[in-house]
């Protein structure tokens, strides 16, 4: 059984920071790759970060430099800190494992395996 749960969400003003936690349970973190996705309302989930199991990390580029993902596998969690807010980064955000082996490219929903249920960050102005 394989569960992933987000926290740490809630609302902010512009300029603010929080940061995401989410922990995987019932997941072998060897052979995964574990990202953060995000969903504002009427949009398509987007992509955010990712980390590999190489601990090689990519973001997309609204977010570059401002968000930091980061893993630790002994407590089988992965966090998203998350600095500068701005009202645009309002979204659910997501928690997402994808079984990889380097030949994926991480970026495509389709090809994460498991998800969590979100956690709505909010940044008000």
């Known amino acids: 059984q394989v569960q992933l749960v987000e926290s740490g969400g809630g609302m902010v003003q512009a300029g603010g920071s929080l940061r995401l936690s989410c922990t995987a349970s019932?997941?072998?973190?060897?052979?995964?790759?574990l990202g953060w996705w995000r969903q504002a309302p009427g949009k398509v989930r987007e992509f955010v970060a990712v980390i590999t199991n190489m601990y090689n990390e990519f973001y997309e580029d609204s977010v570059e430099g401002r968000f930091t993902i980061s893993s630790e596998n002994a407590k089988n969690m992965v966090y998203l800190e998350m600095n500068g807010l701005q009202p645009e980064d309002t979204a659910v955000y997501y928690c997402?494992?994808?079984?990889?082996?380097?030949?994926?490219?991480?970026?495509?929903?389709?090809?994460?395996?498991?998800w969590g249920q979100g956690t709505q960050v909010t940044v008000s102005s």
């Open positions: 019932g997941l072998p973190f060897a052979n995964y790759a």
């Open positions: 997402a494992a994808a079984s990889f082996n380097g030949r994926r490219s991480l970026r495509l929903p389709t090809e994460y395996d498991y």
